[in-house]
């Protein structure tokens, strides 16, 4: 390996070493490399004319520039691995009702490291996502809220709740972002409620990302909460125990897909399959119980089933 090739290689290392730990000191890269201190000092240097990585040097740490687009190193997939790719790329896009320009942008990468074939339906689904309607305030509040989340920024955030007559305004310290079926959520401490909420990213207006760090909480724990609830965007801290039982007809779809992680499945006369779970909340599985209409039976909680055969009968007077 040539002097050019291992310093060329050195680099892209270091860079990958501030993603990973944030900030760093010269000497800690020098004794993670094995190199001299004097010639990592010259690579931090370099970082930024040949990289394009700007540096921050603060109480003798080096750290990358918050909101700078560093571009990080190649992928190399199996093509296995580029199935999996896709299958993730498909889902995505199933779920979103809106263009990302970084998305297509990074979609667009990943197909040229895909093989020829797969890659040409890697960019079936990029012609598919660009034609999706843009808003591009919605793109801006992803990436501030991004930005802050990927640095452990407190970012000022304006939304609206689903019950609020107005615009209100928190700070938030942004632990988890996640994208679901039903939206964008981001997961924080939010100094108006004084405990961990959640927010749906589409009723976020505007975003500022403050100079204040904080130590992000129990992130787990915060994972694991919303794992829980049944789409994984609800907190609560009720407790019901659900049990819903399914008609033979739909008995093998109920078998076939994985619900939740308390999930279990008990085979019934007949050939029906009685489903149960423990859940924090019903907002969301009030809903996915009436979309299997008849074929669908509520046992407990009896709040759900409430719902359920009142939500039924309404519908049905739609049609007397």
């Known amino acids: ?16 070493l501030f993603v990973k730990r944030g900030s760093l000191s010269a000497s800690e890269l020098a004794k993670e490399l094995g190199y001299s201190q004097r010639t990592i000092q010259r690579d931090l240097l370099a970082l930024d004319s040949e990289l394009n990585v700007p540096l921050i040097y603060e109480n003798r740490r080096w750290r990358i520039m918050e909101g700078a687009n560093v571009v990080f190193g190649p992928v190399r997939l199996t ?3 580029s199935r999996a790719v896709y299958f993730a790329t498909r889902l995505m896009l199933r779920s979103a009702d809106e263009r990302d320009p970084d998305g297509i942008a990074a979609l667009e990468k990943i197909a040229d490291a895909l093989p020829a074939r797969v890659a040409s339906h890697m960019r079936r689904t990029v012609a ?27 970012a000022t955030i304006t939304y609206r709740s689903a019950s609020a007559s107005g615009p209100r305004t928190t700070g938030l310290d942004p632990y988890l972002l996640d994208h679901t079926q039903s939206g964008t959520y981001v997961a924080g401490y939010s100094s108006e409620h004084g405990q961990v909420r959640i927010f749906k990213v589409d009723r976020i207006s505007e975003v500022e990302v403050t100079a204040h760090e904080f130590e992000p909480g129990d992130v787990e724990e915060t994972a694991d909460r919303l794992r829980n609830s049944w789409g994984g965007v609800v907190f609560g801290e009720s407790h019901y125990d659900v049990t819903v039982d399914f008609a033979p007809g739909v008995s093998n779809r109920i078998h076939e897909s994985y619900w939740h992680p308390s999930q279990t499945l008990e085979d019934m006369p007949g050939g029906g399959v009685r489903l149960s779970v423990s859940l924090p909340s019903l907002l969301e599985i009030t809903p996915w119980v009436l979309s299997w209409g008849a074929a669908a039976t509520v046992i407990e909680p009896p709040e759900l089933r409430d719902a359920v055969a009142t939500a039924l009968r309404e519908a049905a007077a739609n049609y007397n």
Do not use: C, F, G, K
């Open 128 to 154: 598919e996502y660009s034609a999706l309607p843009a808003n591009m305030q919605y793109i801006e509040v992803v990436r501030r809220l991004t930005e802050a989340w990927a640095s452990n920024h407190t």
């Open 79 to 81: 093509l296995h691995e």
């Open 1 to 16: 390996m040539t002097e050019q090739t291992r310093r060329s290689t050195r680099l892209v290392r270091i860079r990958d």
